[in-house]
């Protein structure tokens, strides 16, 4: 069976009769679980980490600014190398690099457990990133090659699924570790969940020829990349605290600019560049990119401002505020692959920019809530925004998937990726940039005072705009196909469904 399909000849692939492989299931979804542990591993691990970084302060005797670097240094290495990883994914093997990163994630995950020292810490955590980001280039593509185009939206929902489980497991099972056997332990969980996954994504995603087998590797670009967008990300999660006016912040923006053009020069001249720039003349590529980016922006402002609303204003535990702050993962989680399916009968612009739109409608609603709103209405304003995330995902990530070719699915999984993890960074941003200018011109205080509120709506406001673009880039992305059945009847040998 390997050995027919490395013998395939190049193009397209047709969608080929299910291959039962264990159990009687096929092969397809057991793919679909080994892919999935390993994002429900690396959801948990962020979740967990953001959980205890109070208690791993303390027990290092270190000050908030080094505290802030086991984060930071995480989601720069992996933002900056996902495009790195996706292109070497899409020229050695999706399977191969996936495994490998898989093995420096787990392998790190333990030394980290082990670190005597917070700047040891700090430095293993870069080495974890660098397998995160071998993981989640290569994950979507492999879901892409293994299942049909019908099934595609399913896929990546399921996988969406994985994920917001690991998000909401994530603070519960870390405080238990914590509490039971110390913050090392959080750290430890990955050996043995990950050599599972490890195990069973070695014997069920297939070994199949690199789409873009021969094709060279583009070293400056993957450089002027990764050290343009550190640089970015650094000045925007850091340029409040440095001041924006700052010679570190100007000089870090400046550098980010530089490097950015050159990596941008650099791609429309290399003959097989990194970042095949021609993907984002497709306007339902483009258009999911910068729809995903709104949407990251957005519920990564919801992540950093609404505790501070729950436990700072409110006074809650943080016991109750994280069960409040669950209940959107929870239905993100259920929603997703249900609109993932809908979305390969109907296409997905339909669910994507409803999703966008009720997401909208969520901020400017999360925005009008008052001084002694109730746990249900602070529920459902938190479900709204995890249902219209759940609507919108999967099939935005289908149809951006569905419209590179075999040989950039990699990459085109990366620029997902860096979208997300780009949006992180601009939402907290953002976010905390129009909260903190407010707070200081109500003259409130992060706590209970008349400022905070008028803060909150402000930011939220602001916010709600963000949303709003991203619906309009998703109304306008043009025809949206479904993927059943996987070609139109008419159109030509080749065509890929959005």
């Avoid at 290399?270 to 497709?282: E, K, T």
Wanted: include cysteine.
């Amino acid at each position: 069976m390997e050995s027919e399909r490395q013998a395939a000849p190049k193009g397209p692939p047709r969608e080929a009769p299910p291959e039962v492989w264990w159990l009687g299931i096929d092969r397809k979804w057991w793919v679909l679980a080994a892919v999935g542990v390993g994002t429900f591993m690396s959801a948990l691990n962020g979740s967990v980490v953001n959980t205890v970084l109070s208690i791993i302060m303390r027990s290092y005797g270190i000050d908030l600014a080094t505290t802030e670097w086991i984060v930071m240094v995480y989601l720069v290495v992996v933002s900056g190398l996902l495009l790195t990883f996706g292109r070497l994914g899409d020229m050695i093997g999706h399977k191969r690099v996936y495994l490998l990163g898989f093995a420096i994630f787990v392998a790190s995950s333990v030394l980290c457990g082990l670190a005597p020292t917070a700047a040891i810490l700090i430095v293993v955590r870069a080495v974890q990133a660098v397998g995160s980001a071998m993981v989640l280039a290569n994950s979507p593509a492999i879901l892409t090659a293994a299942f049909p185009a019908r099934q595609r939206g399913q896929a990546l929902g399921m996988q969406g699924t994985f994920t917001y489980l690991g998000l909401m497991v994530g603070p519960a099972l870390g405080g238990y570790l914590t509490n039971q056997f110390g913050w090392q332990a959080i750290f430890f969980i990955s050996l043995p969940i990950g050599l599972f996954a490890i195990g069973l994504a070695y014997a069920a995603i297939a070994n199949v020829r690199p789409p873009a087998h021969g094709e060279r590797f583009d070293p400056a670009g993957a450089i002027t990349f990764l050290g343009g967008l550190s640089a970015l990300l650094l000045v925007m999660s850091h340029g409040e605290d440095w001041g924006w006016t700052s010679a570190l912040s100007l000089g870090l923006l400046t550098l980010a600019i530089v490097l950015l053009g050159a990596f941008l020069r650099v791609e429309l001249t290399v003959p097989q560049p990194m970042l095949d720039l021609s993907l984002f003349r497709v306007h339902v590529f483009s258009a999911a990119t910068v729809s995903a980016l709104m949407n990251y922006i957005c519920l990564y402002a919801v992540t950093f401002l609404v505790p501070f609303y729950l436990i700072q204003f409110r006074g809650l535990d943080p016991g109750h505020a994280g069960l409040l702050l669950s209940s959107q993962a929870l239905i993100m989680a259920i929603s997703a692959p249900l609109s993932g399916t809908l979305s390969d009968r109907i296409g997905s612009r339909l669910p994507s920019t409803l999703g966008m739109a009720l997401l909208t409608a969520s901020m400017v609603w999360l925005a009008t809530t008052s001084a002694t709103a109730s746990d249900l209405e602070i529920t459902a304003r938190l479900m709204l925004i995890g249902l219209a995330t759940g609507i919108f995902a999967s099939p935005n990530s289908s149809a951006l998937m569905g419209t590179a070719p075999r040989q950039r699915q990699g990459v085109a999984a990366a620029v997902l990726a860096a979208a997300r993890n780009t949006g992180m960074v601009l939402g907290v941003a953002l976010a905390g940039a129009v909260f903190g200018a407010s707070l200081a011109a109500y003259g409130g205080t992060i706590g209970p005072s008349p400022g905070f509120l008028p803060a909150f709506r402000d930011a939220f406001l602001v916010v709600a705009v963000c949303s709003a673009i991203g619906a309009v880039a998703s109304l306008a992305r043009g025809p949206h196909a479904a993927t059943t059945p996987a070609r139109p009847p008419h159109a030509p040998p080749g065509a890929r469904s959005q």
